[in-house]
C-alpha cells in the first residue's frame, strides 16, 4: 500500500514568489494535516483537515497561506507571496482516526517525506 | 513557549551505552506519542501511551507516561547506530496532536 505522497520534494523560490505542494494520503484517510517544521524543530501544525472540512486552521498564517482538499482526498498548500522565513519543511500527514480521537485510542498519523523549501 | 519541553534537545553517545530522554509539559495530555525522524523523511510513530504510569517496551526501547499524564521519557538500552535519528514526542490536547521541538540522538560505532 502506497504511503503518503508529497510533491515537490525539494522548491527553491525567490522570496515573493508563490509555491504550491501537494500531498495525496494513504487511501481511505479521512483525516489529513499539513505541519511546517523548521530547522532543528518539531513539526508544527499548519491545518487539519476532516474529509473536505477544514477543523483547524488556527495556526494557519492567513494572510499568505491558503490550502484545499476540494474532493476530501488530496490537498494542495500555497504560499503566496513566500517570506524568506518561510523556508522549511512542509510535511503532510493522515490518520485513519477522526481527529477526535486523539482523546482517546490515539490515532498513528502517517507522513510523507515533506517538501523542503528554500526561499532565498 | 514550547508546551513541550524535550531534554536533552542533543545527544551524542558511543555504541552499547544506555540513555534517557525526557518529554516535559505543564499541561495534561490525553495520550502521548513518540516519533523517530530520519534526515529527509517524514518522522514515524514508534509507540502510544494513554494511561498515567503506562509503561510500553519495545525492544530495547522503554516508553513511560507519567502518572499525572504531563510527562514522558523514552529510555534506550545498548544504544546501536541504528538508533540514530530524531526523537519527537507529541501529546494529544483538544484535539490537537502537539509536537515538542525533538532530541538530535547520535551513536557512534
Known amino acids: 500500500e502506497a504511503g503518503v505522497v508529497q510533491s515537490p520534494r525539494y522548491k527553491i523560490i525567490e522570496k515573493k514568489q508563490p509555491v504550491a505542494f501537494w500531498c495525496n494520503p494513504i487511501s481511505g484517510h479521512n483525516t489529513l494535516y499539513w505541519y511546517r517544521q523548521n530547522l532543528g524543530q518539531g513539526p508544527e501544525l499548519l491545518i487539519r483537515?476532516?474529509?473536505?472540512?477544514?477543523?483547524?486552521d488556527s495556526q494557519l498564517p492567513k494572510d499568505r497561506f491558503s490550502a484545499e482538499r476540494l474532493k476530501g482526498v488530496d490537498s494542495t498548500l500555497k504560499i503566496q507571496p513566500a517570506e524568506l522565513g518561510d523556508s522549511a519543511v512542509y510535511l503532510c500527514?493522515?490518520?485513519?482516526?477522526?481527529?477526535?480521537?486523539?482523546?482517546?485510542?490515539?490515532?498513528?498519523?502517517?507522513f510523507g517525506e515533506g517538501s523542503r523549501l528554500t526561499v532565498l | 513557549t514550547q508546551l513541550l519541553e524535550q531534554s536533552p534537545q542533543f545527544l551524542s553517545i558511543q555504541e552499547g551505552e544506555n540513555l534517557t530522554v525526557y518529554c516535559n509539559s505543564s499541561?495534561?495530555?490525553?495520550?502521548l506519542q513518540w516519533y523517530r525522524q530520519e534526515p529527509g523523511e517524514g518522522p514515524v510513530l514508534l509507540v502510544t501511551?494513554?494511561?498515567?504510569?503506562e509503561v510500553k517496551k519495545l525492544k530495547r526501547l522503554t516508553f513511560q507516561f507519567g502518572d499525572a499524564r504531563k510527562d514522558s521519557s523514552l529510555h534506550i538500552t545498548a544504544a546501536q547506530p541504528g538508533d540514530t535519528g530524531l526523537y519527537l514526542c507529541a501529546g494529544g490536547l483538544a484535539q490537537k496532536l502537539v509536537f515538542g521541538q525533538g532530541t538530535r540522538l547520535t551513536i557512534n560505532p
Open positions: 499541561s495534561v495530555f490525553s495520550s
Open positions: 483537515y476532516e474529509n473536505e472540512e477544514a477543523v483547524d
Open positions: 500527514a493522515s490518520s485513519l482516526a477522526p481527529g477526535q480521537a486523539l482523546n482517546r485510542n490515539t490515532g498513528e498519523l502517517f
Open positions: 501511551v494513554v494511561t498515567g504510569g
